[in-house]
């Protein structure tokens, strides 16, 4: 009789919570049960794990073998758990000391040959084995998604045999941080947009303050040149902002791009996309759209266009910063603080108010259009801005360029931090209290939004908006105290 304990990390949305593989051996038929619910994938590691000890040229036990996956309400699906059930048979079989196994953590999943494949999810599990005190050993596929975390001992191997010869002692395996380099990729430069002053003044306000957007113009005016542009113009992520986005990015099962660690994301789904394309979902929960834009921008092209279902699914996220998907087994929390970008033509036809009158669409049929968004959806987006199509001097291609995204940001950069040093966050999520305290005004403006929300209705979600953009325009301007002009 023998008994194993090795240490690994399951997943759970953006969370890594602990598991232990628990590996007993008795007398009897010779056989492979476990439990603890072990999904398909998981079950179906017996298999793999029985050829990847025979390939290394080690004995896999002829006994009775009973895997207990603890704890036993938590789920467990994939792959990763066959490194860690592999070293749990040897360990009790007597290839390795079960002692060797206490300080570390394991994860991998096992080719038939014994090589280590990577798996998602290896930058929370690394986290929290890091905060944990334990050294982790991962698959060299992971390296450099590993080294991320900057951890001391975090170690990479190819092989089943290799992570048995370091168990023993016979060498070391490598670090995961030398495997960790990478270079940012350029990004679009503002430069690139001619004309539309307006318009490029409004991206620069939502950048300084964190504004969500909505560019309404006819076809061809810049629109989506000017969204595309956006995050050249935000500060590059702070290390904590960074490793948030990497997170997400690792549990997505869509892979993780280093070349734009530091740089804010940028996601524009296509308008057919379904409501759990963009909150997230499935048997076990994704991130969506939303999620894979936290810190970063979240583009929504023609959004009259999109399905209602979809864009209602936006409001509470764009409130909270998060979004929880429920399941009947489980409940995922994915965090989802983006800017959202969205833009739409005017009218069906797309050329309502241009200067060239082709519109031919009926007053019902563009408040029909216009109708497909809601009040309340609306109301979340701080700035407004109608676009105008470019006449022929402007769209010269011979003539100045645009301001660069470098001079822009600078400015960015000095008005959030100005917000920082103020109150600890951008203007945009402000809370009440905060805008009490730091958006106080004149008698002589206090009059004027008065009567701009008795003459337009407004509710106090928009007054709050007005002081909010009015605040970051204040700052872009070095001044103190919001004025009328502003």
């Not at 290394?56 to 207990?68: D, G, H, K, S, Y």
Request: aromatic share 4%.
């Amino acid at each position: 009789m023998s008994l194993a304990l090795v240490h690994s990390r399951a997943k759970s949305g953006v969370q890594a919570p602990a598991v232990r593989v628990e590996v007993y051996l008795a007398a009897g038929l010779p056989v492979l049960n476990m439990v603890g619910l072990p999904e398909a994938a998981v079950r179906e590691s017996r298999d793999r794990v029985r050829a990847a000890i025979s390939c290394a040229q080690l004995e896999f036990p002829n006994r009775r073998i009973t895997v207990n996956l603890a704890p036993a309400d938590l789920p467990k699906d994939g792959g990763r758990f066959d490194l860690p059930l592999a070293l749990g048979i040897l360990a009790a079989n007597g290839a390795i000391d079960p002692q060797a196994l206490n300080d570390y953590e394991f994860l991998g999943e096992l080719a038939l040959t014994g090589e280590l494949r990577a798996i998602d999810g290896v930058l929370p599990a690394v986290l929290a084995a890091k905060q944990a005190g334990r050294r982790m050993i991962v698959p060299l596929g992971n390296a450099a998604e590993a080294g991320l975390a900057r951890a001391e001992h975090i170690y990479t191997a190819r092989t089943l045999m290799e992570v048995v010869h370091h168990l023993r002692g016979d060498f070391c395996l490598p670090n995961a941080a030398v495997h960790c380099d990478f270079i940012e990729a350029p990004m679009p430069d503002m430069a690139d947009v001619r004309g539309q002053h307006s318009a490029r003044r409004a991206m620069e306000i939502a950048a300084a303050g964190g504004h969500h957007i909505l560019l309404i113009g006819s076809p061809g005016c810049g629109k989506t040149l000017l969204a595309s542009r956006l995050p050249g113009i935000l500060p590059m992520a702070s290390d904590q902002e960074a490793i948030e986005s990497a997170a997400i990015a690792s549990v997505s099962g869509r892979g993780l791009d280093l070349t734009r660690f530091r740089q804010r994301g940028f996601r524009s789904p296509h308008h057919t996309s379904s409501a759990v394309a963009l909150a997230g979902g499935g048997t076990q929960p994704r991130p969506g759209e939303i999620s894979l834009a936290h810190n970063g921008v979240l583009f929504l092209d023609e959004l009259a266009e999109w399905d209602r279902k979809s864009l209602e699914v936006l409001r509470q996220p764009l409130e909270s910063g998060t979004v929880s998907i429920s399941r009947a087994s489980n409940t995922a929390e994915f965090p989802a603080r983006f800017q959202l970008v969205a833009a739409m033509n005017p009218c069906p036809c797309g050329w309502f108010g241009d200067s060239s009158g082709r519109c031919r669409c009926t007053p019902d049929a563009i408040e029909r259009y216009r109708g497909k968004l809601s009040g309340p959806l609306l109301d979340r987006i701080d700035i407004h801005l109608a676009m105008t199509r470019l006449n022929h001097e402007e769209l010269h291609l011979n003539g100045p360029s645009g301001e660069s995204s470098a001079a822009v940001r600078e400015r960015v950069i000095r008005a959030r931090q100005v917000q920082m040093d103020r109150a600890g966050t951008g203007n945009a999520h402000l809370s009440q209290l905060q805008l009490q305290s730091h958006c106080q005004l004149a008698s002589s403006d206090q009059e004027l939004l008065d009567k701009a929300m008795n003459a337009l209705q407004l509710s106090a979600r928009a007054t709050y908006r007005i002081l909010r953009v009015a605040r970051t325009i204040a700052d872009l301007a070095g001044s103190a105290a919001i004025e009328t002009p502003h």
